[in-house]
């Protein structure tokens, strides 16, 4: 992930370009962040955002032209913010007296400027803070002179225009009024002006400027020529500015503002060397490119003034303010638990994963949060520029695995877990018997023969039964846990084993009733021809009598989120479950879908984010749910919300029992679940000689401390071993106040510590805890 593709990256994250009225306003005033603050009351902060761009503050605040408003994007919903309303109240309620200015250490450069209108008086007052001697030369009697002529008091009131202007003279800027600069090189003359100064800015306001030339190039119109961004005039010590309302064009006093602050910044370019193109991005901006989704926000009318003449009282104004959405896009935040939990986005998030990828000795601080995204896709459907934060994430989690990076400790269960799944205790591939071939091959998946063994079985009865030419039974692993891990080489290793079975088996198309596994070959084996079953059962129906008792039942449906894209096999299901007569809710629309908390390894590597995510999801109906998907069914039972999987309306349970109400199995449960659905189908289809399993050691395990086991991901497995290795070896110690034997056993980087005490009926266990750890000894 080199600095290029970072940046990349962060340019299609939206959120931090400049909402809309921000990037209209002539000097990128922060209203957004400025009605937020008023919004809470917050009056000394608003007008200390507001105050911090614009000169004068008092002034603006009452005659601002306002052209935010005309692209707020409240507008399109009830009207557009009365952001200059708004102003104005706060200026009157956080500007009772002359605003405290400290006067800089001033430099050896001295500027004049011609005018002391808004744009004249902007450039001294940028100009003074930046440290030079300022002399301001007005014709009239007193500065902002046409302010006073042009706005009656009642809009703008004198003791306005007297606080910004004591403010100015607080910055040292000294003002020479009835002062007229004329042409030529007398005492008055523009020529002395520029001989006697650093820098000369003529702000003249309307009219035409024939007086000086031939010293400044002037335009067709008569107004001194200038260019229009850096202010520059054809003399390099001259610049220009406050020259609308001159010929036809509206004057405007915000870009009066914005003309004074240019030619001030050019200014300090041109005395320190530097360029006077290299303007701010923003001056180019011609539109904001912040995606706002104006259909989530209803409408709401502007707030009328009780005294339209006085304006706003600050209870109005902060309810005005209330009607700022404020503009963000986040969109992929409000739908992601996990950006949601590290109150981040991409463009943020993206920089912090490739500062932490670029630590070479230090702490990884933002490992876990790499770990913790579900790599489901929602984001990117979401986003208006498909930026996909699970291929951030996956990409840093396999150069996480390439430089030694990884935290062992975050996905060591899920890949061991993966390896049993694997394994000759689970793992085989058959030819139907009587078959030398297959035409199909039916993959189930390691989740749905770990959570419900049963259906398995009775599918690939079903498909036996309706299909010929030879159906297969592949029970693996796709290799999902060790692509999401970030494994590259084991996933490799993985394909390869499976590319092997397929061969063969005579190469035949693979039905799999997995969205993942689906997913997997589709997108890593696309040599291997692979469907879903859903839209299969659809063509060839359910066995004689399945569904029997799922009539009338109403259930919200849930996607799985791999399968967010996979329109074929979600008409399927649907087709499918309302064929029993059920009546079908949507949670949401199937591209909206969002993860159990599953995906990606998340409740591994932070099960704090993988409950929020599945408990979001749980909350949004108050129904049981249907899915299609092993351990999203399985998730939401384990974090208490009722689901049943599409199997078991087509077979319900045989003793009656309620399959929504069917509890989580749980990482010993699953294993088990596989060894004896391997044990049975070779056993009872294939009738080859296979014994179950005796367990190492009569273990009794209460259902609080079995809880707390799973949260640990601690294997009734591995306790066994733990008791069977200490009973048989002798290596354990007796706490002599409660006479409870304490054994440990290490197996790989995982050590199992269990606390029990020997009955009658067994070893009873009171404790289990371990630690997965790899204990690196130097050379």
């Known amino acids: 992930m080199d600095s290029d593709h970072v940046r990349t990256l962060e340019a299609r994250c939206v959120e931090e370009h400049p909402p809309a009225c921000q990037n209209a306003c002539p000097l990128h005033v922060d209203a957004r962040g400025m009605l937020g603050k008023i919004g809470t009351g917050d009056v000394a902060g608003a007008f200390a955002l507001y105050a911090r761009v614009v000169p004068f503050p008092a002034i603006i605040g009452h005659i601002c032209d306002h052209p935010c408003e005309t692209v707020c994007r409240r507008g399109e919903a009830g009207g557009p913010v009365r952001i200059a309303a708004v102003e104005r109240t706060l200026v009157e309620e956080a500007y009772p007296s002359p605003r405290p200015t400290a006067r800089r250490q001033t430099k050896p450069r001295r500027i004049a400027i011609v005018g002391a209108g808004l744009s004249g008086l902007t450039a001294a007052a940028d100009l003074a803070r930046k440290g030079h001697r300022v002399t301001v030369f007005e014709a009239d009697a007193h500065p902002l002179e046409r302010l006073r002529h042009d ?436 949670i949401s629309s199937p591209e909206l879908t969002t993860c159990c908390g599953f995906g990606g390894l998340v409740s591994f590597a932070n099960p704090e984010v993988a409950n929020a995510i599945v408990d979001q999801r749980a909350a949004e109906r108050s129904e049981d749910y249907l899915t299609y998907c092993a351990m999203c069914r399985d998730n939401f039972a384990r974090r208490g919300k009722r689901a049943t999987h599409l199997l078991d309306l087509a077979f319900p349970p045989t003793d009656g029992s309620d399959p929504a109400a069917r509890p989580d199995p749980g990482f010993s449960g699953r294993r088990d679940s596989r060894t004896r659905l391997r044990i049975h189908l070779l056993r009872d289809i294939w009738e080859e000689d296979m014994t179950d399993p005796e367990p190492a050691w009569t273990v009794i395990i209460p259902d609080a401390i079995r809880a707390e086991m799973e949260r640990k991901l601690i294997l009734v497995d591995e306790v066994t071993a733990v008791i069977a290795a200490a009973e048989t070896s002798g290596q354990k110690i007796k706490d002599a106040k409660t006479g409870h034997v304490i054994a440990t056993l290490r197996t790989g980087p995982v050590t199992t510590w269990v606390e029990y005490e020997n009955t009658a009926e067994g070893a009873l266990v009171h404790r289990a805890y371990g630690h997965r750890m790899t204990v690196e000894v130097p050379s």
């Open 151 to 586: 706005y009656p008091e009642d809009r703008l009131p004198p003791s306005a225009i007297a606080v910004d202007l004591g403010a100015l003279d607080s910055l040292g800027v000294v003002i020479q009024c009835r002062t007229r600069i004329t042409g030529g090189s007398g005492p008055r003359g523009l020529e002395t002006l520029i001989d006697t100064h650093d820098a000369v800015v003529l702000a003249l306001g309307p009219g035409v400027a024939q007086d000086f030339a031939p010293t400044i190039h002037l335009a067709d119109n008569g107004r001194i020529a200038i260019d229009s961004q850096s202010r520059a005039t054809s003399h390099p010590k001259v610049f220009g500015g406050g020259f609308h309302g001159a010929l036809g064009e509206n004057y405007s006093p915000i870009g009066s503002v914005r003309d004074g602050r240019r030619a001030a910044t050019s200014i300090d370019r041109f005395l320190q060397g530097a360029s006077l193109t290299a303007t701010d991005a923003r001056e180019e901006a011609e539109g904001s490119c912040l995606y706002v989704n104006i259909t989530s926000h209803a409408p709401v009318p502007p707030t009328e003034p009780s005294n339209p003449k006085a304006g706003y009282t600050l209870d109005e104004a902060m309810a005005e303010a209330d009607r700022c959405f404020p503009c963000h896009c986040l969109e992929c935040t409000k739908a992601c638990a996990f950006l949601s939990h590290y109150r981040t986005y991409p463009k943020r998030a993206v920089r912090e994963i490739h500062n932490n990828l670029s630590i070479i000795m230090g702490n990884r601080k933002a490992n876990r949060m790499i770990d913790s995204c579900t790599l489901c896709g929602l984001c990117e459907t979401v986003c208006p520029t498909d930026l996909a934060m699970g291929d951030v994430c996956l990409q840093a989690r396999q150069e996480m695995v390439a430089s030694g990076h990884m935290p062992a400790s975050h996905h060591d269960f899920a890949l061991r877990d993966m390896a049993d799944s694997r394994s000759e205790r689970s793992a085989f591939a058959r030819h139907q018997p009587g078959f030398d071939q297959s035409t199909l091959v039916f993959f189930p998946g390691c989740q749905l023969a770990a959570s419900s063994p049963g259906h398995v079985e009775r599918l690939y009865a079903h498909l036996r039964d309706r299909m010929k030419g030879g159906i297969g039974l592949m029970v693996d692993c796709c290799g999902a846990p060790a692509h999401w891990a970030g494994q590259t080489d084991l996933h490799g290793e993985v394909r390869a084993h499976l590319h092997r079975t397929w061969t063969s088996l005579g190469e035949p198309e693979i039905v799999t009733a997995c969205a993942s596994c689906l997913s997997m070959f589709r997108a890593h084996m696309p040599e291997i021809p692979v469907r879903s079953l859903w839209p299969l059962l659809t063509e060839i129906g359910w066995p004689k009598g399945a569904g029997q008792g799922s009539a009338g039942k109403t259930l919200a449906i849930h996607d799985p989120c791999v399968g967010r894209h996979e329109t074929e096999v979600q008409r399927a299901v649907r087709t499918l479950a309302r064929g029993f007569d059920v009546t079908l809710e949507e």
